[in-house]
């Protein structure tokens, strides 16, 4: 469903960007819209809340890059200790994707849900976030004090203005 979906927004943006005169087509119309990759992107943490037994962090993804790209979906997360070993990798996801077109210097968001304790029990405390986008395989690293908790809940990539 979301190739189909990226397939509609592409001709879409096609539509939008089409010159008037029917005959005159500029290359750049043509172009296939790539999923964002890690090397195109700049992560960093955006807000954090502390809450009963939990924190919530907001990511921000920047598209660092001069062209555009796609972004849709959930990212993968990992806790990672000093020696970048995962420790925990996110289980439990929320909220509805959606595709989003970033052109350069625009971002998108996705929250992280961390447990900090059940009450009794306390977690060791990992160095290193591992966040990789949806439709890539190399991640993008924060330096952040997190708890290695058995659960960590991400929401999928979406508009900054999701979160207000």
């Keep these: 469903m979301r190739k189909r979906s990226l397939g509609v927004a592409l001709t879409a943006l096609a539509a939008l960007t089409a010159p008037a005169a029917a005959n005159v087509t500029p290359p750049h119309v043509m172009a296939v819209?790539?999923?964002?990759?890690?090397a195109q992107l700049r992560a960093n943490k955006s807000s954090e809340d502390a809450g009963m037994l939990h924190r919530e962090l907001r990511i921000r993804l920047t598209n660092v890059s001069s062209r555009a790209?796609?972004?849709?979906?959930?990212?993968?997360?990992?806790?990672l200790d000093a020696a970048r070993h995962p420790q925990i990798v996110a289980e439990s996801f929320?909220?509805?994707p959606q595709l989003l077109i970033l052109a350069p210097q625009q971002s998108a968001m996705f929250a992280l849900r961390v447990a900090t304790g059940d009450g009794t029990t306390t977690y060791s405390t990992v160095p290193l976030l591992a966040v990789i986008p949806p439709g890539d395989v190399k991640p993008l690293y924060l330096r952040i004090d997190l708890p290695a908790a058995p659960r960590i809940d991400v929401t999928a990539v979406l508009k900054p203005t999701a979160f207000r």
């Design 94 to 96: 929320s909220r509805e």
């Design 33 to 38: 819209l790539r999923p964002c990759a890690a």
């Design 69 to 79: 790209c796609a972004i849709d979906g959930f990212p993968a997360v990992r806790l």
